[in-house]
C-alpha cells in the first residue's frame, strides 16, 4: 500500500522559514518524479515546485523563486521543500504528489498525499 505524508507545516510570521518534508512508502521512490502543489481557500490548486528523479532538475513556480527550496533524498524516500522569505500570500495547504512525468501539472500524478498546512501571518 503507497503512502505519501507530508510534515512540517505551521503557523509562521511573514518573513519566516518553515521546511516541508514528505515521506513515501509502498513504492520505489527513484521511480516517481515528485512535487509541491499548494490549494489556497477559494483558489485552484497550483504547482509550486518539481524535481527530478535523480534530483539533477529542478523548476519552480515564479511567485517562489529565489524563496524556496526543493530537494530529495532517494536513500531515505524523503521529498523536501524549504520556504524562506515567507509571505502571507503563501498561506496553503501544501501537498506532495509522485508523478509519472517530470514537471507535468497535476494530471499524470500517480499518489498524492493528505496535505499540510502553512499559515504565514503578516
Known sequence: QVQVVESGGGL???G?????????SGLT??????????????KE????????????????????????T????NAKNTLYLQMNSLKPEDTA????AASYVYCSGSSNIAYWGQGTQVTVSS
Not at 497550483?46 to 511567485?63: F, L, N, P, Q, R
Request: charged share 20%.
Open 29 to 42: 521512490f527513484d521511480d516517481y518524479a515528485m512535487g509541491w502543489f499548494r490549494q489556497a481557500p477559494g
Open 16 to 24: 519566516g522559514s518553515l521546511r516541508l518534508s514528505c515521506t513515501a
Open 12 to 14: 509562521v510570521q511573514a
Open 45 to 68: 490548486r497550483e504547482g509550486v515546485s518539481c524535481i527530478s528523479w535523480s534530483g539533477g532538475e529542478t523548476e519552480y513556480a515564479d511567485s517562489v523563486k529565489g524563496r524556496f
Open 70 to 73: 526543493i530537494s530529495r533524498d
Open 93 to 96: 495547504m501544501y501537498y506532495c
